[in-house]
Each structure stands twice: as structure tokens, then as C-alpha cells.
């Protein structure tokens, strides 16, 4: 069954399995060079826009990955062939990274502004200086959240393959609107044309609300966006030798 996948998806999901087994092994180093880190922060490499899309955090999320890109990948790869195929992913994945360290960065500014405000030397934090509060009791309560906000984007980084994902569902959408998927507490199949817009705007919500879970939503919603573009661009052209 699956030597019946075809080679580029059947590849992809051999090499996040490995890499998954690998890291899990080697433990937080393997996070600290892999996975993708905000690309202020001390913590970024340049290769980590690349590797984080085959760092997974447990065997749910690899595995929900996986299924999904299997479920998808093979019809999308038949259809655009392998160079489009591996552009719609990779493509998707940058997509994922950018647009979630975009929204870090509004925040990084907002958190920045707000504690300069209150006389938080931020610089001096962010070139490894040690943390000084001043100010009234609130104050320093306050500048101390928002240190604790800071410090989260800076350190925790984004892993997996969903963006790419996300792109790979959205062009499958944009190429195959009226297709019938069933998915968990919906009794009847519906239409991904509806089902893919639905996801969208949850994963807006969620990820610009801050109350994601842990889970980097909006880079859902920036892989979705790479994967519907291209696929809205290639889909002018697919048939028209037929």
C-alpha cells in the first residue's frame, strides 16, 4: 500500500518520520538547531525556515500530519507533477513561517512600546542584560507579564509540518471545490469549499486572540494562503493542452 503512494509524498512523510525518530532521540539540542525559532531571537538559524516543517512536538501531531498529507498529497501530486508539487509545499511551509513571525513581530513592537512606557530598559534586555523592574507594585506586576510575553516568543519555537499542510488542503480546495470529506462530530460529508473557509477564520480568530493553545494557528492560515494563490495561478493552465 504504501509503495502505491506517489515517490514525492510518499518521500516527504518517510523523512518527517525520521526526523521525528532522530530528534525525539537527541531531545532539546535537536529543538534549539531545528526547529524555528522568531528570527529576532538569538535562538534563529537561517536553516530553521526549512527544518522546522519536519519537527514534530509528539506522535499525535506527526501523526495528524501525516494522515492528512496522505489523505491529500497523492491526488494534488498527480494532478501539478512533481515540480509544482514540491514548490506548493515547500512554497507553503515559508508561507506558514512568515506570516506567524509577522503577527511575533506586531506583538514584539506592542510589548516593547508598552514597557519602555513603564521604564523597562527592553534593549538592554534583549542584548542579555539582567532584568530590572522599577515603578509602583502594578507597575513592576505589569512589566513583569509582559517580560514573561516577551520571552515566550523569543524562546519557543514553531514545529511541524502544518503550514505546508494547510497549503497542500488549500490548493487541493481551489482545484476540487466540491469534494466531499468527512471529518470528526460532522455526521454528513461536506464540501471542502465550504469546510477550508470555516478552518480559515477559526485559525484567524484563534491565533490572533492569543488563545491558540499552544498551537500556531496563524501559520495555518499562512500556508492556506500560499497553497489557494498558487493553485488559483495554476489552475488557469492545468487542462488547457487537453
Known sequence: MFNNIPP???????INVIVFIVT???????IAYL?????????FHSWQIITHMFMHGSI???LFNMMTLFSFGPILEQTLGDKKYLILYFASGLGAFFLFNAWNFVEVQQ??????????????????AGVRFSGNTDSILRQQE??????????????????????VVAAFATLYPDSKI????????IKVKYLLPIIVVISVYL?????????????????ALVGWLLARIWKKHLYRFN
Open 146 to 167: 509582559l517580560v514573561e510575553s516577551l520571552k515566550g516568543i523569543m524562546q519557543i519555537p514553531m514545529v511541524g509540518a502544518s503550514g505546508a499542510i494547510f497549503g
Open 8 to 14: 514525492i509524498t510518499r518521500n516527504i512523510i518517510i
Open 182 to 189: 468527512g471529518i470528526m462530530f460532522i455526521p454528513v460529508p
Open 24 to 30: 525525539s532521540l537527541m531531545g532539546n539540542q535537536a
Open 207 to 223: 491565533g490572533v486572540s492569543g488563545n491558540g493553545g499552544g498551537i500556531a494557528h496563524l501559520a495555518h492560515v499562512g500556508g
Open 111 to 128: 510589548i516593547s512600546n508598552t514597557l519602555q512606557e513603564l521604564g523597562f530598559n527592553v534593549n538592554a534586555y534583549l542584548s542579555g
Open 35 to 43: 526547529a524555528g525559532f522568531y528570527p529576532f531571537s538569538p535562538y
Open 60 to 62: 499525535v501531531h506527526i
